[in-house]
């Protein structure tokens, strides 16, 4: 048998996509909120020398890019000594990295995370052999947790969302469900409380049988059918309830064991006579310029070296500045969207909401769905109806009777009315609350109607019901 090898030389075409650390840098700075973002400023005024608060204007952005600057690092050292005469004026950092990993490293050190969200990141960010597109679902996934740390919506909801299949969107679920807090990541209860028992190696128990095949019996706290059922022993029974009481029912709410969050509005909604006009909160936020010293430095100096290192500065500076103007502009067209879409709910409340969704704002102001979901996160609006979360206004869609879309915000607070006045001895079950949502124009399924519920933190039925 004869082998031949042949040596072909071929041209491939390849599609690449490379974040550059500028790039990375405008889209973290993207994502600040005001009080975030005023920090980094504060950081990089002292990692970045060139760059100095204003008290007056001065230059603009457009004056410094005309400028040829060259990317190549220059010699510190030599910097310094030719700039002997500063008497202690400049602050540098001897770190690399900037503010980024400068603040990755305080809150590493500190041991406290903002939030269960901000507590999630850190640790995908640490997992080895994570992909990008791994991480990248993975975080989309974690912005529909609520502050239980439940998964907010339906499977096949967050799937469209993602815009992946339900199969790769278990892949995704497994990698967040393997995080700190054990439990995070279900969709509901029993299902957090099934998780924490996987990960405890307790699948085999008679704790996760109890959840897993009587969860019903469980809840309306019929104890003795289930030990008749699994046809167990006094002891054997009381050992399984025992450790059931030692998982948490709500693995995110630890995180609100702290002082009340005073809630500082990034973004502020006036009326003026019949129109509403958006503003950027930039209260107390330094002004920026960057500094005469380091350009008569340039046009004087005689050390290549230095002169470089200096360029290398002044586009750094440019870069954040100009991600700064960036931020705020895609701000205001998100805001300036959502204004145009719930101008109804602004004059008339909770009841005249509309539904909507990233995608349809991108689509609307020209970018892509993941600029909008930074926009978004963690940010606060202040409205004439009060201050809400950028969040808020963004939520899945309920057909009506007649194909209109129905807002889920409005569903669920057409749910709390009706238990709120219903009869505490016949409370109303879940397929009560959807007949009479259904003969009120909407339809919407008993399950949906038990997940809004729950996710409401209203308890079955069974367990609102008073004998007296």
């Not at 004869?2 to 889209?27: C, G, M, N, W």
């Not at 008497?87 to 406290?112: D, L």
């Not at 950027?280 to 010293?293: A, C, T």
Request: aromatic share 8%.
């Amino acid at each position: 048998m004869e082998f031949r090898q042949d040596i072909k030389l071929s041209q491939v075409q390849k599609q690449k996509l490379t974040i550059t650390q500028s790039l990375a840098i405008s889209l973290k700075i993207l994502q600040m909120t005001r009080v975030e973002l005023e920090k980094a400023i504060n950081e990089e005024i002292l990692e970045n020398p060139v760059l100095e608060e204003l008290e007056q204007s001065h230059a603009t952005i457009d004056d410094y890019l005309k400028k040829d600057y060259s990317e190549e690092s220059g010699y510190l050292e030599n910097f310094l000594r030719n700039i002997s005469d500063s008497g202690g004026y400049f602050s540098f950092s001897w770190g690399e990295g900037g503010y980024e990993k400068k603040k990755e490293r305080e809150i590493k050190s500190s041991g406290e995370f903002y939030d269960l969200s901000d507590y999630l990141l850190w640790q995908l960010r640490l997992k080895p052999n994570l992909s990008k597109s791994d991480f990248e679902l993975c975080r989309r996934v974690v912005e529909f947790l609520d502050d239980r740390g439940f998964i907010t919506v339906s499977y096949e909801e967050l799937a469209k969302n993602l815009k992946v299949s339900l199969t790769r969107l278990e892949e995704i679920l497994k990698i967040v469900r393997e995080l700190d807090p054990p439990g995070v990541g279900a969709s509901n209860l029993q299902e957090s409380l099934l998780l924490q028992l996987e990960l405890r190696g307790r699948k085999n128990s008679i704790a996760y049988s109890i959840i897993d095949k009587y969860w019903n019996l469980l809840e309306n706290l019929e104890i003795n059918k289930i030990q008749r059922l699994l046809s167990l022993r006094a002891k054997e029974l009381e050992n399984a309830l025992e450790e059931i009481r030692t998982l948490d029912p709500m693995p995110g709410k630890r995180f609100d064991n702290r002082d009340p969050l005073y809630v500082e509005p990034d973004i502020i909604i006036m009326k003026v006579g019949d129109e509403y006009v958006v503003e950027l909160s930039d209260e107390g936020l330094p002004r920026l310029r960057i500094s005469d010293f380091y350009q008569r430095l340039i046009e004087n100096g005689n050390d290549p070296r230095l002169d470089k290192w200096v360029k290398k500065k002044i586009k750094a500076a440019i870069w954040f500045l100009k991600s700064i103007e960036q931020r705020n502009k895609t701000i205001y067209k998100v805001v300036n969207c959502i204004v145009k879409k719930q101008k109804d709910f602004l004059d008339f409340g909770v009841d005249k909401i509309v539904p909507m969704t990233l995608s349809e704002v991108a689509a609307e102001i020209g970018v892509h769905e993941s600029t909008v979901s930074r926009v978004v996160s963690n940010k606060y609006v202040q409205t004439p109806r009060g201050i809400f979360p950028l969040k808020f206004f963004f939520h899945s869609r309920v057909d009506g009777t007649f194909g209109e879309a129905v807002s889920s915000v409005k569903v669920k607070k057409m749910i709390t009315e009706l238990i709120e006045n219903e009869d505490p001895k016949k409370p109303l079950t879940d397929s009560k609350i959807a007949q009479i949502l259904y003969d009120k124009g909407i339809r919407v399924a008993r399950r949906t109607v038990a997940k809004y519920r729950e996710s409401l933190g209203i308890p079955s039925s069974t367990k609102r019901k008073r004998l007296e």
